[in-house]
């Protein structure tokens, strides 16, 4: 017996002489909560990972990432709506063989409500106009007049409608644009932390040319001359290159469709 258990002993040295056992950090290690039914967290995390110190053989190291590393908040036992501090779980995904000897954090305070779910309106918010010389009717609809809102029941009763936001400033023509939503209060401050079904919008726009304005370009009024040796190669620039006309349209119609400047005297001008 005594020669069996020296031979073991040999044998277990020589491995771990070839393969010792290592400590060491795994960074970006996702936490997943587990939550009560019918309970949703009441404010996101501002990270829900952690570092693990890992205890493995060498070889068990070159084959071990993030993702082997299994930790878990429970919550499942809390049935009540508050703030808990929960002590984080942790293990290695088999068949690897190490193990988790420290979390960095080790708890998470983590806040619970109960998850309701509620009917809002939307509202069709333009946030930036068509061109100068485009409309678009008054009474923007999309394809959703009400979407639902989920979340903790905190959350959810702040929302007191949902916006979708439409940017037209590049639009001359009729145009369908998909858009997202997004929960505000009455103020108009954004609510975070609920979900909303559906999550977008289509929206169609009916833009068109106003009637009452018209888009000429400038050109300016060049008068005098430059002394001998000079001469006008191009205008550098011309902001704005092109202004908008209301008034009447009989007047507007007689224009040459264009509108001047003031004259620009360039004599003795180099």
Known sequence: HLVQFLALAIWVAAKMANNPVEQGEVRGVQVRIELPEGYVLARALDTATVTAVVRAERSQWELL???????????????????????????????????????????????????????????????????????????????????VIRGSAERVNEVAYVEARLDLADELNPVTKIVGLTPVQEGGLRVRDVEIEPSSVTCLVNIQPREDIFQMPVQPKIVGNPPPGYNVVRYSAIEPDTVVLTGDLAAIREMPGLVRTAPIDLTNRT
């Open 65 to 147: 990432t993030a993702s082997d590393i299994l930790v878990t908040a429970d919550l499942r036992n809390f049935k009540e709506p508050g703030e808990y501090r929960v002590e984080l779980q942790a293990e290695v995904a088999s068949p690897l063989h190490a193990r988790v000897v420290a979390l960095r954090p080790s708890t998470f305070t983590l806040s619970i409500d109960r998850k309701v779910e509620r009917r809002v309106a939307v509202r069709v918010v333009v946030t930036r106009d068509p061109p100068l010389g485009y409309t678009y009717p008054a009474d923007l609809t999309c394809d959703y007049s009400e979407v």
